[in-house]
């Protein structure tokens, strides 16, 4: 699937829920479940502080493609990390540089990502994306 | 008869109150706001709306400079927003009061010109523990400017300041102290009079970053005998963007202009600038005219309220709040100093700050999470932040109970 296909699944599967509440134990749901990253990533080089949450990402390139590993010490967000995740790992470099992610805002839930935006999610977003833009510079 | 009896404050009409605060008729998600991040910054008044609307209406001009009518209106009305916040401090001389863009500039401009004038290789300065980074960052460079070393007065666990320590710091190398007179985290009252007066035998100024008391508590310069002090409009029902540096005249005298241009020169020519007299001295350029203006009127406003009664029914408040927040299953507070204004810090067992708080606002409730500016303090506690509730006196029982379920619908969803 592209990378839009994924966020029109996710924009599609909340679409079932009716109300903001609904929406968001759906995303709680999702960060309590996914184990998202290896504990020895784990590391403070890993590390996207935020204002409020803390965020570890880990990238590996493995076949031309990035595979993207993350966690969040706070469950919600966690839960937008692991659709982040989700939604731009095992593409390749030049697709998600490419990648613009609309998925956050159709879902419904309007300011979460300002909200976030202090927390590191937006930080995430933007640190994939230097990895895919360094590992396009590397094989290209 | 004792002719000094103590007369309670009159009981304050919560509801009259809160029709003075058009925002809080607001509605979040289809839900009523209820406003519990007052420590951030404080809704305003119909009072001060109007206020705005009529400077700019009726009034907007510079001031200082002009001649014309408008000019000297404006001049008048900024003259008079000074006098008022020298009538509520009760400084000695309105030339004392100095307009600001907020806290975080007053203590900038005493960090840079105290600092230069007072500060040399060697000397210290002393913080405490719980103090904002307004109140840290700006004395850190300073400090390292001046070859100087920063202090700090350690805290307990409930948090309150250590004062023997802060005793044991003092002698004649130190320059200034600079603490909070509450705490914006942990809601504490620091013992300010007890500081100061010790600060004093060793001839140390102190400055008092009253940002969190101006609006809860009197505060009387004269009679505190404090030697700075600092506080922001936005958190006293006025307009952001303004900030009160109140100085003892003997000590502003002495200390260099912190920015040039405007009105703070008496004669420029390119061998030498001469220097206004205060406090014009200390206000370079076009001040926020309007904001400087509309302070006043948010003093007029809380002033005609009263704060005895507003620190009566906010303590009331607070108390409430405790006792509901502490029957919540794992929650604890932190910050539970014997003396504490209208903050509460908590964290739930097992739940990030950050995640309630998100749920929170879902149900309309507005309060800070996070580590409020003051990540030294997280530190100390081991935490990575607090759900932080700041109350102002336009906050309801009712709210106190609303914020409590919903304090615990969080929990529930998030376990």
Not at chain 2, 86 to 108: S, W
Not at chain 2, 209 to 223: K, Y
Not at chain 2, 234 to 244: D, L
Not at chain 2, 350 to 374: E, F, Q, S
Request: aromatic share 8%; proline share 4%.
């Amino acid at each position: 699937m592209t990378i839009n296909e994924i966020q029109d699944e996710l924009i599609e599967e909340f679409s079932f829920f009716e109300d903001r509440n609904e929406k968001y134990e759906y995303i709680i749901q999702l960060g309590k479940e996914l184990p998202l990253i290896e504990e020895a990533y784990k590391k403070d080089e890993n590390l996207i502080r935020g204002c409020q949450a803390k965020v570890w990402l880990h990238a590996d390139f493995r076949d031309g493609r990035v595979h993207f590993t993350a966690d969040s010490d706070a469950i919600i967000t966690k839960g937008l990390v692991s659709m982040v995740v989700r939604v731009l790992s095992g593409h390749t470099p030049g697709a998600i540089a490419q990648a613009e992610l609309y998925f956050v805002d159709k879902i419904g839930l309007q300011g979460i990502l300002s909200v976030t935006r202090s927390n590191g999610l937006l930080s995430m977003i933007k640190q994939m994306k230097l990895y895919a833009v360094a590992l396009q510079t590397k094989t290209s | 008869m004792s002719t000094d009896v103590m007369v309670a404050p009159a009981a304050l009409d919560i509801q009259q109150i809160r029709n003075d605060f058009p925002i809080l008729q607001t509605t979040v998600y289809g839900k009523p706001l209820v406003y519990l991040d007052n420590g951030a910054t404080a809704q305003k008044p119909w009072a001060v709306l109007k206020a705005i609307e009529d400077y700019y209406t009726h009034l907007n001009s510079n001031v200082h400079r002009g001649v014309h009518h408008l000019s000297q209106k404006a001049t008048d009305a900024y003259e008079a927003s000074r006098r008022k916040v020298t009538a509520f401090l009760n400084a000695r001389h309105d030339y004392e009061v100095i307009f600001t863009k907020g806290t975080t500039d007053a203590i900038n401009l005493v960090a840079y010109s105290y600092g230069k004038q007072f500060v040399q290789e060697g000397d210290t300065v002393i913080v405490s523990a719980m103090e904002h980074h307004s109140n840290i960052v700006p004395w850190q460079i300073m400090c390292e400017d001046r070859k100087a070393n920063l202090q700090v007065i350690p805290i307990n666990e409930k948090g309150e300041l250590l004062m023997d320590e802060f005793s044991a710091l003092l002698n004649d190398k130190v320059k200034l102290i600079a603490v909070a007179y509450v705490s914006n985290t942990l809601g504490t009252i620091n013992p300010v009079r007890e500081i100061i007066a010790q600060a004093h035998q060793h001839n140390i100024p102190v400055l008092l970053d009253a940002a969190q008391a101006v609006q809860h508590i009197p505060v009387d310069v004269q009679e505190l005998d404090v030697d700075f002090l600092v506080f922001s409009g936005h958190k006293i029902y006025g307009p952001t963007g303004i900030g009160i540096l109140y100085g003892k005249e003997e000590w502003l005298n002495q200390m260099p202009p912190y920015q040039g241009g405007g009105s703070m020169i008496k004669q420029v020519t390119f061998a030498k600038t001469t220097y206004h007299d205060l406090p014009f001295r200390f206000e370079a350029g076009t001040p926020n005219i309007e904001a400087c203006i509309c302070l006043g009127t948010a003093i007029d406003y809380i002033t005609g309220i009263g704060l005895p009664a507003i620190q009566q029914y906010e303590h009331e408040l607070l108390e409430y709040a405790t006792a509901q927040l502490l029957s919540i299953d794992k929650l604890r507070i932190i910050g539970t100093a014997t003396q504490k204004s209208g903050v509460l810090s908590f964290i739930v067992e097992g739940v990030h700050p950050y995640d309630v708080g998100v749920i929170l606002d879902n149900m309309g409730i507005a309060v800070r999470t996070g580590h409020h500016c003051t990540q030294p303090l997280m530190e100390f506690y081991g935490i990575p932040g607090t759900v932080r509730v700041s109350l102002a006196f336009y906050n309801t029982k009712e709210e106190i109970d609303q914020l409590a379920a919903g304090v615990k619908r969080a929990v529930t969803m998030l376990t």
